[in-house]
């Protein structure tokens, strides 16, 4: 029989249920963070009660006090016992509220959270009263003032609107309180909080200050404009290089110019932002949705890419975003502190005002835009199937980069190419290396934009050929987080793998030359010793290896217009030989790779990056390397092979297959080996850049990442000569 444990005996414990007062108190913990959450809080309130002045003062960097008084519209006296209850709000009564709302707060709990953390008191009056009312709460109810007297609100004289004062914040949750900074730090992340708030509100006077202090440390005056503020707060340097400019869904954009847009998805936006001229060394961004201080992560991320063309590396600008968006589309239940916000349509908003971003930078200033990360494929999509070497041949002619200024590829009309968001596209100042001098120059068009090329060879227009005197810099790769277990075997695995004296003379080599490209093969120096090294071996390893660094999260390369992914594997499977022994035919093959790689499209966007459209386009693959792109002949072959190379059934199977697969079509060797002397001026100049990548972007990046596995020792590096060894053969001599 089983005995009850006894209270000493290890054993489970009982479950009870939480005390209400416990409950309210971690609901409490996840709205305010720390002083300037609940300070936020309360200027939200402010603002939202009309108030046109609020003034904030402070003791111990909130921890002590923390008091904001504004001449609002006043809370009404019968409204006080339930002021700060869980989910009491005057700006929501159903649930269909929710989705009309255009105040700032709307759950009622800013008010409740305090008073379970803190000491909070109310003095307020409205316009009616002929007096004001002073309240204090705690655990969300009215409470005593002084022992002995009543909770009930008590007269006092005071001004229309509301003070609140917050005392000991934390002082029943000593972990939050012991998470926290030191005063001065939480203090500075007062101020910002009611710059920001006074910049999105220039016709609201702001003030805050120390308590004693005699001097605000933030002051504004009421109804200045926008830029009086940013001068005022932020200062002359930023004010006098701003940019300004307003975008909205009426704004009509090539794509939708005719087409009604419903009330719903409707929005607006407005930016102040500073030009190349300002260089920061931090960004300093301020993102106002529906008149919130929010955070987005992808606002952010778009708009650094925006600027990464514009500003030499490691500066950043000053940007002010104001975004209007009907209520109904944001999606407020994401986050208790709703500071990370979510809303329908919103590659699409993003995509429009960084372009408008973009077009005023680009105004501004004289340098050149180029797009990158797009390959415009142009000809494979429509490149007939018979003819099949010169076919593939010709898809790789058209493959370019495209410039802005450049007329469009001939052959798009077909496939309306999709937009390029602007995050895609960089610009870069004519001292700097130019984006496409890694390319070959094709087409017509992109010469004549090119800087004066004159009509000469290719290789003088635009810098191709003439590999650049500073590579890029290797930008960080950094490893995705992956919960899978199979793909923490497989890496795991690298790390097992690593061979540490091959991995130590790739991470030191000096790079000498390539030897020969269509070998594959380049020489290194390590130490006294030469090296010759397969590095089209090299390449696979490296590529597999970076596509397993960042599983789930690798960038995309967008190609433009998709091609058809049954145009780009029929042409490989029309190539291939030895398919008459199988027992399908050739169409069959195709219909076979095609289906298996759609019904799987969700999982390879997802973890791949490669985008398969439902209609079967091929519209972006995974970029592994910056600076590397892939060469676009292979891209049939690396298609046909994920039909029948792959294993679908097993998840690590699956994986590492794919990432080979990956890597081999990563690899930068020439499809069709061709003699120098044979080489047209075009092949000539493709050649180059391959070897320029190859030196520059290939080797650089192995020396930081790869773990070089041992098997590359069988046959892809040998060690050509030792130093002191030809000194032995010299002195013999
Ligand atoms: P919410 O803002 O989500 O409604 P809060 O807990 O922040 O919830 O506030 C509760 C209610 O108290 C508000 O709906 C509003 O009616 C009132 N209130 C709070 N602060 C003020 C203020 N400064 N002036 C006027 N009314 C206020
Ligand atoms: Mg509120």
Redesign the pocket.
């Known amino acids: 029989m089983a005995t009850q444990p006894s209270p000493s005996e290890p054993g489970p414990q009982p479950i009870r249920k939480l005390e209400q007062s416990v409950i309210n108190r971690i609901a409490a913990g996840e709205i305010i963070h720390r002083p300037a959450s609940a300070l936020k809080?309360?200027i939200?309130?402010?603002l939202?009660?009309g108030?046109t002045s609020i003034r904030v003062t402070i003791k111990d960097g909130g921890m002590k006090l923390l008091q904001?008084q504004?001449n609002?519209?006043?809370?009404r006296h019968d409204?006080l016992p339930i002021?700060?209850q869980r989910f009491?709000?005057?700006?929501?009564a159903t649930f269909s509220d929710l989705s009309r709302l255009t105040?700032?707060?709307?759950?009622?709990?800013?008010?409740?959270?305090v008073s379970y953390v803190a000491h909070m008191t109310v003095v307020?009056k409205t316009r009616a009263d002929s007096c004001a009312w002073k309240a204090c709460y705690a655990d969300g109810a009215l409470t005593l003032a002084k022992a002995g007297t009543s909770a009930d609100p008590k007269p006092c004289a005071g001004n229309d609107?509301?003070t609140?004062t917050v005392e000991n914040l934390f002082y029943n949750t000593p972990t939050r309180l012991s998470a926290l900074r030191s005063s001065s730090e939480e203090y500075a992340r007062i101020l910002d909080v009611v710059t920001k708030y006074a910049i999105h509100n220039p016709h609201v006077s702001f003030t805050c200050r120390k308590a004693g202090s005699p001097t605000p440390d933030v002051s504004t005056p009421s109804s200045s404009t926008t830029t009086q503020a940013i001068r005022l707060l932020y200062g002359q340097s930023i004010a006098k290089e701003l940019l300004h400019t307003t975008v909205s869904s009426k704004t009509p954009s090539e794509e939708d110019a005719d087409e009604e847009v419903p009330e719903e998805s409707s929005w607006d936006a407005e930016a102040y932002f500073t030009s190349a001229n300002y260089q920061a060394k931090k960004l300093v961004f301020l993102l106002f949705i529906n008149h919130r201080l929010v955070e987005s992560a992808k606002i952010r991320k778009a708009v650094e890419a925006v600027y990464t063309g514009v500003l030499p590396k490691g500066a950043s600008p000053y940007v002010y975003f104001s975004l209007n968006i009907d209520p109904r589309s944001v999606d407020v239940n994401v986050h208790p502190t709703k500071r990370e916000v979510h809303f329908l349509n919103d590659d699409e908003i993003v995509e429009r005002i960084c372009d408008a971003l973009q077009e005023k930078l680009v105004g501004q200033s004289q340098s050149r835009v180029f797009e990158y990360q797009t390959l415009l494929t142009g000809g494979i999509a429509e490149t007939p199937t018979q003819d099949n070497g010169k076919g593939k041949k010709r898809a790789r002619d058209e493959d370019e980069m495209d410039v802005d200024e450049a007329e469009p590829p001939p052959t798009s009309q077909a496939a309306r190419p999709k937009k390029m968001l602007s995050q895609h596209k960089v610009r870069t100042s004519l001292q700097d290396r130019t984006l496409d001098s890694m390319f070959p120059v094709f087409s017509p068009s992109q010469q004549r934009s090119g800087n004066g090329s004159g009509g000469g060879s290719p290789n003088t227009g635009t810098g191709t050929g003439t590999p650049p005197q500073n590579a890029p810099r290797v930008r960080e790769i950094k490893e995705s987080q992956c919960y899978l277990s199979s793909v923490k075997q497989l890496r795991a695995a690298v790390v097992k793998g690593k061979h540490n004296n091959l991995t130590e003379i790739l991470q030191k080599h000096t790079f000498v030359c390539i030897v020969d490209v269509n070998k594959c093969l380049s020489l290194v120096q390590h130490s006294t010793k030469l090296y010759l090294i397969n590095h089209g071996a090299l390449a696979e390893e490296l590529f597999y290896q970076l596509g397993l660094r960042q599983f789930g999260d690798m960038s995309r390369l967008r190609l433009d217009p998709a091609p058809p992914l049954r145009t780009l594997v029929t042409l490989a499977v029309d190539v291939e030989e030895g398919v008459e022994r199988s027992k399908m035919t050739r169409p069959q093959i195709v219909d076979c790779i095609v289906d298996t790689l759609i019904s799987r499209r969700e999982m390879l966007e997802e973890y791949f990056s490669l985008g398969i459209s439902a209609d079967g386009k091929v519209e972006t693959l995974p970029m592994l390397l910056r600076d590397c792109t892939p060469n676009l002949d292979k891209l049939p072959l690396f298609l046909m092979r994920l039909g029948p190379q792959v294993d679908w059934t097993a998840e690590k199977e699956c994986f590492e297959c794919f990432l080979r697969e990956l890597a081999f079509f990563y690899v930068p060797e020439p499809v069709i080996q061709i003699s120098l002397e044979d080489m047209s001026e075009q092949e000539k100049a493709e050649d180059k850049a391959v070897q320029w990548q190859i030196q520059h972007v290939l080797f650089p990046a192995a020396a930081r990442y790869l773990a070089a596995p041992k098997s590359l020792l069988d046959r892809d590096v040998v060690q050509v000569a030792n130093l002191p060894d030809l000194y032995r053969v010299f002195e013999r001599c």
């Not at 609002?72 to 809370?75: A, E, K, N, Q, V």
């Open positions: 809080e309360l939200e309130n402010s939202d009660a108030s904001i504004d609002g519209s006043g809370i409204d002021l700060a009491t709000t005057s700006k929501l105040t700032y707060g709307f759950r009622g709990e800013a008010l409740a959270s307020t609107g509301t609140i």
